[in-house]
């Protein structure tokens, strides 16, 4: 998969390791479900950053975890014959992932792994508002999980 991986804001610091995982997971997700030629694009970034997208576009006032816009759905023509799939884009609150690996107590890596792949599915069709989409949605996350060697 074709990943970009960006920081708002700039100035956000990132560990290299967390950065290849992050490439890791995208591949994996790519070469499982068949959209290893595809580009995609990272956003990592802190709560006040995901806040203002979570208002702007969802309209809901307060940060989130993963936020996931994908390409594939929205109002942009077709390019028939295109050479790259683009995917779309996925927004990680590192801030909210930190907290969310204390509370769920794990590590942080396996949480930001975990957005993105939840992002990701998103990406690829997936959603969690009814029940049987949500347990598809848990059973997609876990298989990918545990084929990444990422556990609780």
């Known amino acids: 998969m074709n990943t970009t991986i960006g920081f708002e804001p700039e100035t956000l610091t990132v560990d290299e390791n967390l950065l290849a995982?992050?490439?890791?997971?995208?591949?994996?997700?790519g070469k499982l479900?068949?959209?290893?030629?595809?580009?995609l694009s990272i956003t990592l970034t802190d709560d006040e950053h995901i806040h203002a997208l979570n208002k702007?576009?969802?309209?809901?006032?307060?940060?989130t975890d993963v936020l996931s816009f994908a390409f594939r759905?929205?109002?942009?023509?077709?390019?028939?014959?295109?050479?790259?799939?683009?995917?779309?884009?996925?927004?990680?609150?590192l801030e909210r992932a930190k907290l969310q690996a204390e509370e769920f107590g794990h590590s942080f890596l396996r949480e930001v792994?975990?957005?993105?792949?939840?992002?990701?599915?998103?990406?690829?069709?997936?959603?969690?508002?009814?029940?049987?989409?949500?347990?598809?949605?848990?059973?997609?996350?876990?298989?990918?999980?545990?084929?990444?060697g990422i556990g609780r």
């Open 56 to 63: 702007k576009f969802r309209g809901i006032d307060r940060a």
């Open 113 to 148: 792994i975990f957005l993105e792949v939840h992002g990701l599915l998103h990406l690829l069709g997936y959603d969690h508002i009814e029940d049987d989409e949500r347990r598809e949605m848990e059973n997609e996350q876990k298989f990918v999980m545990e084929k990444l």
């Open 21 to 29: 995982e992050i490439l890791r997971a995208a591949d994996t997700v």
């Open 73 to 93: 759905e929205s109002d942009e023509p077709e390019i028939l014959d295109a050479e790259v799939d683009v995917l779309g884009d996925v927004i990680i609150s």
């Open 33 to 39: 479900y068949g959209v290893e030629n595809s580009e």
